[in-house]
T-cell receptor, first 116, second 113 residues
Framework: NAGVTQTPKFQVLKTGQSMTLQCAQD?????MSWYRQDPGMGLRLIHY???????DQGEVPNGYNVSRSTTEDFPLRLLSAAPSQTSVYFC???????????????FGPGTRLLVL | SQQGEEDPQALSIQEGENATMNCSYK?????LQWYRQNSGRGLVHLIL?????REKHSGRLRVTLDTSKKSSSLLITASRAADTASYFC?????????????FGAGTTVTVRA
């Protein structure tokens, strides 16, 4: 198993540009989520999905869109990048069905984004 | 808003010493988890303690949970240089339609050789 993979590892954008951060997992996990990590702030939840076709907002969703067309993939889209979105982005996954619920989340290696 | 808050923010110890960090949270939880993050890497799960447990061990890790005080502690015994990392507590609680993890800002631990 590759676990949770993220691409790209590093990206520089200009203000107003758009991009998609990719996240994929091969563990057949239903629950996937996106966090951003800023210095001194810990991880903050951006968006999450409890299964294909179902997404919901987290703590800091503004400026980000997500979709979940398959169980494996959960891309995060920045439609018009702003300097405030400079951060490290982590994708995570875990099972969510009650009968096999596992509380541990598995994290990807992260994407460092710099918006100029 | 962050549910868990770690204390201290940074900790520097000599190899072989014990490292203790604390986590406080605000609302009722299902469980509390500790994660480690090495510089430039993703988070790795260390240990989970459920709300009905008071203490748990895993190798050189010891976690305690006091739900009456809404606090937890992580003890790393006989520290090694490889333990140098940031440590995060995360509280697992029900929000809206599913359980969600809320992370604190972390404790940066430096183990000096």
């Amino acid at each position: 198993n590759a676990g949770v993979t993220q691409t790209p590892k590093f990206q520089v954008l200009k203000t107003g540009q758009s991009m998609t951060l990719q996240c994929a997992q091969d563990m057949n996990h239903e629950y996937m989520s996106w966090y951003r990590q800023d210095p001194g702030m810990g991880l903050r939840l951006i968006h999450y999905s409890v299964g294909a076709g179902i997404t919901d907002q987290g703590e800091v969703p503004n400026g980000y869109n997500v979709s979940r067309s398959t169980t494996e993939d959960f891309p995060l889209r920045l439609l018009s990048a702003a300097p405030s979105q400079t951060s490290v982005y982590f994708c995570a996954s875990r099972p969510s069905r009650v009968w096999e619920r596992e509380e541990t989340q598995y994290f990807g290696p992260g994407t460092r984004l710099l918006v100029l | 808003s962050q549910q868990g808050e770690e204390d201290p923010q940074a900790l520097s110890i000599q190899e072989g010493e014990n490292a203790t960090m604390n986590c406080s949270y605000k609302t009722s939880i299902n469980n509390l988890q500790w994660y480690r993050q090495n510089s430039g890497r993703g988070l790795v799960h260390l240990i989970l303690i459920r709300s009905n447990e008071r203490e748990k061990h895993s190798g050189r890790l010891r976690v305690t949970l006091d739900t009456s005080k809404k606090s937890s502690s992580l003890l790393i015994t006989a520290s090694r240089a490889a333990d140098t990392a940031s440590y995060f507590c995360a509280t697992d609680a029900w929000h809206s339609n599913d359980y969600k993890l809320s992370f604190g800002a972390g404790t940066t631990v430096t183990v000096r050789a």
